[in-house]
């Protein structure tokens, strides 16, 4: 048990720490609002300086005026949204059998007149040996985590373009829980295949006019932050490999702004219900997107900053992108600071952990009716017997 006794001087230091932390915020965000009020009416040279500089980092490509918030407007009564989220019982090797189970759980709500709600979900269990080995290099290997949730990731997707394909309602956006840029997939030997897949959907929701939305809430990214500090640096030619002020002990220019992310900047410029300027992305994966680009804005949900990203074609349509503002805040405001059609794909998709052994159960059961051997590992067997 814990020593209360040596446990709070820690945690006052913890605290005595944060308030340092949060004095240094202070300081920050004042610079970085003074900067982001010189650039505004200057995006021009901005995208030039951002265009030519060499950084180890992304860095937000402003599609509009910085000038640009935009107030949300009610653009439909009557609307849908699709959402879809997944989640999986990972192969466990103490287990009675090898294999893997994906629920992907999605929700259809119609608003208005027609109002009604689909919930659901579908799980799919993988246990042939094609689905659980890969092989690289003529070494075969149990299938690993990231893979599994590549292949979630594909469904996920796959599910969305079904939804999309059947949704007659004019106004109607798609949720996908998180970012739009599947960075992770960088460098898998299986990246091109992924990506090409999300890619489908894609192409179905633009064949559909249905506005894709990648949702992010609380976001940590520091695109736009990562803007200002190339328009702080006095240099030209922005090269932070060959940055003369680390030659010469300098502090660097950019530095007074490095501790704080974009949404704790947009929480000081951005209203209730507001959006922030269009930005595009920068980040290499997108290279293999073709024509869907992804941009992103920042809202005020009344109760967070939110990153909402989107395709290209999206932000390049007036309508799609006024919807997509109004309907993530609706969804936000009827969900009390989370879209509710994105709590509840999730609460369709989740697999708990009495989920787990509930199926677990079921498979041992099922093994012992029909005659065949249980093997279960010592371990497990430990963890689910109680010993004194």
Known sequence: MLDRSKLIPLINTLVESEKNVFNELIKDLKYALDEFNKVKGTEDELIKKIKS??????????????????PVCEVAKNYSVIAVDGSQIMPDRHEVRLCYLINIGYVIFNYGKNSNAELKSEPTL????????????????????????????????????ECISRVEDENKIAFIDGTLIEWMV???????????????????????????????????????????????????FVNCNNCPYLKNDKS????????????????KILKNGERSPLFLSTSHILENYGDHKIAFFYLNTGYEIARIEIPYWVA????????????????????????ISLSEAHEQAVVTGADRDLFYNILSNLYVKN??????????????????
Request: charged share 25%.
């Open 126 to 161: 993988y246990f042939n040996e094609d689905d659980l080995y890969k092989e690289y290099g003529g070494i075969k290997t149990l299938i690993s985590a990231k893979d599994i949730t590549f292949k979630r990731t594909i469904m996920e997707y796959n599910k969305v373009a």
């Open 186 to 236: 960088q460098g898998d030997p299986n990246e091109q295949f992924i990506i090409d897949n999300i890619l489908t959907t894609f192409d179905t929701a633009q064949k559909f006019n249905t506005p894709i939305v990648g949702y992010i809430s609380s976001p940590k990214s520091n695109d736009f932050i990562n803007m200002l500090r190339i328009s702080l640096c006095p240099q030209d």
């Open 316 to 339: 390049n349509d007036k309508r799609n992108l006024d919807l997509v503002h109004f309907i993530c805040y609706d969804q936000s405001k009827k969900g009390n600071g989370y879209p």
């Open 371 to 388: 005659g065949i051997k249980i093997s279960r590992s010592y371990k497990t067997q430990r963890k689910r017997s109680s010993i004194l």
């Open 53 to 70: 500089s060499k950084t180890s980092w992304l860095t937000a490509i402003p599609i509009e005026s910085l000038n640009d918030t935009k």
């Open 252 to 267: 660097l220019p950019c530095s007074m702004i490095n501790k704080i992310n974009d949404a704790d900047l947009f929480l």
